[in-house]
């Protein structure tokens, strides 16, 4: 097998970075959407809620967008593999993303207890689907999939759903619930706050001990050519760094348990691109069929100008998302909800005093998603 040349390396790299950066900022998106009928005791926690990934939850889902295209520009072959097999579970993604997304807009349209029930129903089902279906996805891909020679899939829907695929769905599930959790305990206040960071601490020991299993599985299920020790060395700090984060909430430290929270998903998944290097696509129907990354390139030249398209603008879009995250930083409390008839008078009602209810200090800023609260 011919190794990959340095622009077929880096944009693997690259493509790795763009589902790690996804997976930490949307892990903690499906978390919240699956907390919202959880953690809310009536109206005004929901809009709290909805309103702390209110201004983010959309952005997040460029991550996704960006690091599909350039997986279609940089490995059309792994692109078309995937969806020769993984089209059916690919679009219950896809669906999952879509209706909670509709559910955050849809949300504030009409005051019925109804139609609202039925979109928090829509917001925790989409979370939930999603949550789980991109660990069993990303574990059918490391573990490999029948595929012919012609590097086609060959695999059902089902044949997806084996246990190991099935525990790395539980892995991401339960880790971007804790991730969730952690995060609405560092936006929110009050006892919302107290109900969070009990989900967290319970969810966050459920996490470490599905980790500390899928680890050991994934190291047992490579073979001679698969097996790598820096892959290893990092999927365990990605266990200790998770084991970590039930120390720091019980010392009520939530920011300090997110960082760690957001660690271990990125020390997960790289290990999971380092285990799967240098190939795109195992196959478990003959290793003579595995879909390598020179196979699924695209030509040196492509690679070339999306190297140069890259160093433009990825820091462009980088210093936004960070702006973007900054602005909306301040904690949101009952009393930024209550009683207020429209979503622009909760900015104004913001700007007009600090988050501690003084005047003149710099006003938490939050748009509501779409929706009147």
């Given at each position: 097998?011919r190794?990959?040349?340095?622009?077929?390396?880096l944009?693997?790299g690259?493509?790795?970075?763009?589902?790690i950066g996804?997976?930490?900022l949307?892990?903690?998106?499906?978390?919240v959407g699956?907390?919202?009928?959880?953690?809310?005791?009536?109206?005004?926690?929901?809009?709290?809620i909805?309103h702390t990934?209110?201004?983010?939850?959309?952005?997040?889902e460029?991550?996704l967008?960006?690091?599909?295209?350039a997986t279609?520009?940089a490995?059309?072959?792994?692109?078309?593999?995937?969806?020769?097999?993984f089209?059916?579970a690919?679009?219950?993604?896809l669906?999952?993303?879509?209706i909670?997304g509709?559910?955050?807009e849809?949300?504030?349209?009409?005051?019925s207890?109804?139609?609202?029930?039925?979109w928090?129903?829509?917001a925790?089902?989409?979370?939930?689907?999603?949550?789980?279906?991109w660990?069993?996805?990303?574990?059918?891909?490391?573990?490999?999939?029948?595929m012919?020679?012609?590097?086609?899939?060959?695999?059902?829907l089902?044949?997806?759903?084996?246990?190991?695929?099935l525990l790395?769905g539980?892995?991401?599930?339960?880790?971007f619930?804790t991730?969730?959790?952690i995060?609405?305990?560092?936006?929110?206040?009050?006892?919302?706050?107290?109900r969070?960071?009990?989900?967290a601490?319970?969810a966050?020991?459920?996490?470490?001990?599905?980790?500390?299993?899928f680890?050991?599985?994934?190291?047992?299920?490579?073979?001679?050519?698969?097996?790598?020790?820096?892959?290893?060395?990092?999927?365990?700090?990605?266990?200790?760094?998770?084991?970590?984060?039930?120390a720091m909430?019980?010392?009520k430290?939530?920011?300090?348990?997110?960082?760690?929270?957001a660690?271990?998903?990125a020390?997960l998944?790289?290990?999971?691109?380092?285990?799967?290097y240098?190939?795109?696509?195992?196959?478990?129907?003959?290793?003579?069929?595995d879909l390598?990354?020179?196979?699924a390139?695209?030509?040196?030249y492509?690679?070339?100008?999306m190297?140069?398209?890259?160093i433009?603008f990825?820091?462009i879009v980088?210093?936004?998302?960070?702006?973007?995250?900054?602005?909306?930083?301040h904690?949101?409390?009952?009393?930024d909800?209550?009683?207020?008839?429209?979503?622009?008078?909760?900015?104004?009602?913001?700007g007009?005093?600090g988050?501690d209810?003084?005047?003149?200090?710099?006003?938490?800023l939050?748009?509501?998603?779409?929706?009147s609260?």
């Open positions: 097998m190794e990959p040349n340095f622009l077929q390396t944009w693997f690259l493509i790795g970075v763009l589902w996804y997976f930490v949307e892990g903690f998106d499906f978390g699956m907390l919202l009928r959880a953690l809310s005791r009536d109206e005004t926690d929901k809009r709290m909805i990934i209110g201004p983010v939850w959309d952005g997040n460029v991550w967008l960006t690091a599909g295209g279609f520009a490995f059309p072959g792994w692109y078309a593999s995937l969806f020769s097999g089209y059916i690919l679009f219950l993604i669906a999952a993303l879509i909670r509709v559910s955050f849809f949300w504030g349209k009409e005051d207890p109804l139609w609202r029930a039925c928090e129903w829509a925790v089902i989409g979370s939930f689907l999603a949550a789980l279906l660990g069993v996805g990303w574990a059918d891909i490391v573990h490999g999939v029948p012919n020679a012609a590097h086609n899939v060959t695999a059902s089902w044949d997806l759903l084996h246990p190991y695929a790395g539980l892995v991401t599930l339960s880790l619930l991730h969730g959790a995060f609405l305990a560092l936006r929110t206040s009050g006892e919302l706050v107290e969070a960071r009990a989900v601490q319970r966050s020991i459920v996490t470490v001990v599905l980790m500390g299993g680890v050991l599985w994934t190291a047992l299920d490579q073979d001679s050519g698969g097996g790598k020790l820096s892959a290893q060395a990092i999927a365990v700090l990605a266990v200790a760094l998770a084991a970590a984060v039930p909430l019980s010392r430290r939530e920011g300090w348990a997110f960082a760690l929270s660690g271990a998903i020390l998944f790289t290990s999971l691109f380092v285990w799967l240098p190939l795109a696509l195992p196959s478990t129907s003959s290793h003579a069929f390598s990354l020179v196979a390139s695209s030509t040196h492509t690679q070339t100008v190297t140069v398209v890259a433009i990825v820091p980088l210093a936004y998302q960070a702006w973007t995250y900054w602005v909306f930083r904690r949101l409390g009952r009393d909800f209550e009683g207020t008839p429209t979503p622009l008078a909760v900015i104004e009602q913001m007009s005093k988050h209810g003084k005047d003149g200090e710099q006003p938490p939050s748009r509501p998603a779409g929706s609260p």
